[in-house]
Nanobody, 115 residues
Framework: QVQLVESGGGLVQAGGSLRLSCTATGSIVSNNVMGWYRQAPGKLRDLVARITWIGNTAYADSVKGRFTISKDNAKNTVYLQMNSLKPEDTAVYYC?????????WGQGTQVTISS
């Protein structure tokens, strides 16, 4: 079993920055994909960014140029650096990890951007 623990959410003003962290523990397989989804109230959960085990990254068009995903394999931790935040970035952000055909989810962390 794999557990994901997130941190770093909060309330910031538009134009500000936040850094989310997600650490995986348990039966970790090196060949994995980790990333972040976000979900606003009443909306579907949408992919924000992901990173593969070899470091390839992908981003939603809405966050390109503003968000950066990175990882520390030694710590089994993935990060999401969010800059130039906008009110439309407000959502619950969920970390995920996929390995051996299974997907695991973090508990979610609230990100609120005020204008």
């Amino acid at each position: 079993q794999v557990q994901l623990v997130e941190s770093g959410g909060g309330l910031v003003q538009a134009g500000g920055s936040l850094r989310l962290s997600c650490t995986a523990t348990g039966s970790i397989v090196s060949n994995n994909v980790m990333g972040w989804y976000r979900q606003a109230p009443g909306k579907l959960r949408d992919l924000v960014a992901r990173i593969t085990w070899i470091g390839n990254t992908a981003y939603a068009d809405s966050v390109k140029g503003r968000f950066t995903i990175s990882k520390d394999n030694a710590k089994n931790t993935v990060y999401l650096q969010m800059n130039s935040l906008k009110p439309e970035d407000t959502a619950v952000y969920y970390c995920y990890a996929t390995m051996v055909g299974n997907t695991y989810w973090g508990q979610g962390t609230q990100v609120t951007i005020s204008s």
